[in-house]
């Protein structure tokens, strides 16, 4: 069946650091990929998605490009702030279904 | 309203009761998903409805979880006879179409249950 597999955490980052969380899935035919963020307090929210390989998804500074020989959508961002800090994960929509199967999410933790 | 609301946001229940857990979604979308997220975990799928048809049970755990949508709007998911492992957050998601993949899920901020 249809998997996504999330690098542990957490992840402790200084402000400006480089963020790098990498995804791996596994699904049949071609999925739609995604990252949801969920602050502290709050419900997820998509962050940003790409639909078909190679496209990148791109919000918030944030991206992730679509890697269908890697199996691979790795959340990327330049500069962190201590904004970012929240929970992160990665998820997919399979072909002809309308679920979407989750990570278990990375903990990022950004100090000043 | 403005996003997705689901009440109680907490929920302490005794082993064997029953308990219903609601979703208010955002007015006029035709979609709604019931997540578990257990502590630590990722959410895991429950149900999908489209308007008031539920077109997907597959991801209840068992014949005491029972998820309705009478009207094809607010949603109910009433669990009977809850165990220890039924405590976790419960996410309620809608979404304006009919769950093609391009669509962009709403998420309420849930409603934790634990089971005593």
């Known amino acids: 069946g249809n998997s996504v597999t999330q690098m542990e955490g957490p992840v402790t980052l200084s402000e400006e650091a480089f963020l790098t969380i990498n995804c791996t899935y596994t699904a049949t035919g071609y999925p739609s990929l995604f990252w949801y963020v969920q602050y502290p307090g709050e419900g997820l929210q998509l962050l940003l998605k790409?639909?078909?390989?190679?496209d990148k998804g791109s919000n918030k500074g944030f991206e992730a490009t679509y890697r269908k020989e890697t199996t691979s959508f790795h959340l990327e961002k330049g500069s962190v702030q201590v904004s970012d800090s929240a929970v992160y994960f990665c998820a997919l929509r399979g072909t002809g279904f309308q679920k979407l199967v989750f990570g278990t999410g990375t903990r990022l933790l950004v100090s000043p | 309203g403005a996003g997705v609301s689901q009440s109680p946001r907490y929920k302490v229940a005794k082993r064997g009761q029953d308990v219903a857990l609601r979703c208010d979604p955002i007015?006029?979308?035709?979609?709604l998903f019931w997540y578990q997220q257990a502590l630590g975990q990722g959410p895991e799928f429950l149900t999908y409805?489209?308007?008031?048809?539920?077109?997907?049970k597959s991801g209840l755990p068992s014949d005491r979880f029972f998820a309705e949508r009478p009207e094809g709007s607010v949603s109910t998911l009433k669990i009977q006879r809850t165990q220890q492992e039924d405590s976790a957050v419960y996410l309620c998601?809608?979404?304006?179409?009919?769950?093609?993949?391009?669509?962009?899920?709403?998420f309420g901020s849930g409603t934790q249950l634990s089971v005593l």
């Open positions: 007015s006029g979308h035709v979609s």
């Open positions: 790409a639909t078909k390989a190679d």
């Open positions: 998601a809608s979404s304006s179409g009919q769950g093609s993949t391009n669509e962009k899920l709403f």
């Open positions: 409805f489209q308007n008031e048809a539920q077109l997907d």
